[in-house]
């Protein structure tokens, strides 16, 4: 029963694990539009990178493990969110760890 939110489950969890790392290296969530600017281009080639592959039938998804909800071109929502949720936990680590670093340095 939990294998179709499996997905969304680990992309919140990541989204959870990573969210305190904002008080470090402040300006993941306090600066969406340069967030957005950083992800969303990126997201948007991965996500058309990700329809040709599944139209080529290099790939697919498993159904077990996705909602069953897809954007046009049949690429599952998670994969959406996954585009944006992973690159924004990358931004909020990499954040916090310039962040950590730059006050060693300063010490």
């Known amino acids: ?10 992309l919140g969890a990541c989204l959870a694990i990573t969210a305190p790392l904002e008080v470090f290296g402040g300006g993941v969530y306090r600066r ?3 967030t ?7 997201a948007a080639v991965f ?19 996705i909602t069953g909800l897809h954007i046009p071109f049949g ?3 998670e994969e959406v969110l ?4 992973i ?7 990499y954040n916090a760890v310039d962040d950590i670093l730059a ?5």
Request: hydrophobic share 55%.
């Open 1 to 10: 029963m939990t294998d179709r939110w499996q997905y969304l489950l680990v």
């Open 32 to 34: 969406p539009g340069r």
């Open 36 to 42: 957005l600017r950083a992800v969303l281009p990126v």
């Open 47 to 65: 996500l058309i990178w990700d329809e040709v592959a599944v139209a080529a039938r290099v790939w697919t998804y498993d159904p077990a493990y």
């Open 75 to 77: 690429v599952p929502i």
């Open 82 to 85: 996954f585009f944006i949720v």
């Open 87 to 93: 690159p924004l936990c990358a931004l909020l680590t």
């Open 103 to 107: 006050r060693m340095r300063r010490r």
